[in-house]
C-alpha cells in the first residue's frame, strides 16, 4: 500500500509539473489543459484552480456512466490542480525558442511518466479517464470514445482561447508512445480495475 501511494501521489506531482512545462512553453497544449487554460483566461482564476473545478463537475458523469471512484480519483480532483499551480509559480518563463522547445519535451515525458505512476498505483482512474472507461464499458471502442472526448476539449479550448499550435500536435503524437516505454518499466499493478484500458488507451491518450 506504502508503495503504491508513492506511485499514485508522486504521479500526480509530476504530472503537475508536466502541466506546466507544457503550458509555460507557449507552444500549444494538449486539449484539456487547452481547455482549462481557455477558462482560466476567462474566468481570471488560475489553472489549478480550474483543473480541480472541471475535475469534480466531470464527476458527475461518473453517475450515468456507473464508474465508482476511488482513493486515486478524488485525490486526483484535489491535488493535480495544486501541484499545477505550484509548478507554475515555481517555472520561469523561457526567453528563447529554445528553451520552450526543451520545455515542451519535458512536459511530454513527465506528463508520459506520470501517467504509467498514478494509473499503475491501482487505486482508481483520473476523473477525465473514468468517462473514457465508462464510455468504453457502454460499448465504444478505446479509439473512439478518446477521439470523441479530446475533439470536443479541443473545440472549447480553442474557442475560449486556451493555446493551440505544434506542441499540441507533438504532445498528440508523442504522448502514446511515450507512456508505452515507461509502462515497461513501470508495470502496471495486476490488482488495479482499469489495467487493461489505461494500457490500450496510452497508444493514444492525451488526458490526465
Not at 489495467?195 to 488507451?201: F, I, K, L, Y
Request: aromatic share 10%; with cysteine.
Amino acid at each position: 500500500m506504502f508503495a503504491r501511494l508513492v506511485r499514485l501521489y508522486g504521479g500526480l506531482a509530476l504530472y503537475g509539473l508536466g502541466i506546466g512545462f507544457q503550458v509555460e512553453s507557449g507552444l500549444g497544449n494538449d486539449p484539456w489543459n487547452a481547455f482549462h487554460q481557455g477558462l482560466a483566461l476567462r474566468t481570471g482564476l488560475s489553472i489549478g484552480t480550474i483543473i480541480i473545478l472541471v475535475g469534480a463537475l466531470v464527476m458527475l458523469l461518473w453517475i450515468p456512466l456507473r464508474q465508482k471512484p476511488g482513493i486515486g480519483t478524488l485525490s486526483n480532483v484535489v491535488f493535480l490542480g495544486l501541484f499545477a499551480d505550484a509548478a507554475l509559480w515555481a517555472l520561469p518563463s523561457p526567453g528563447h525558442w529554445a528553451v520552450s522547445g526543451l520545455y515542451l519535451v519535458l512536459g511530454v515525458v513527465s506528463i508520459g511518466l506520470a501517467t504509467v505512476l498514478y494509473i499503475g498505483a491501482g487505486m482508481g482512474a483520473g476523473p477525465r479517464d473514468g468517462v473514457m472507461t465508462g464510455l468504453v464499458r457502454l460499448g465504444l471502442s478505446v479509439r473512439m470514445a478518446n477521439w470523441v472526448i479530446q475533439v470536443t476539449v479541443l473545440a472549447a479550448g480553442w474557442l475560449l482561447g486556451g493555446t493551440i499550435g505544434v506542441g499540441t500536435l507533438v504532445f498528440a503524437f508523442a504522448i502514446g508512445p511515450v507512456t508505452q516505454i515507461f509502462t515497461r518499466w513501470f508495470p502496471l499493478d495486476r490488482n488495479s480495475p482499469d489495467r487493461r484500458v489505461p494500457s490500450d488507451a496510452c497508444r493514444s491518450r492525451t488526458t490526465p
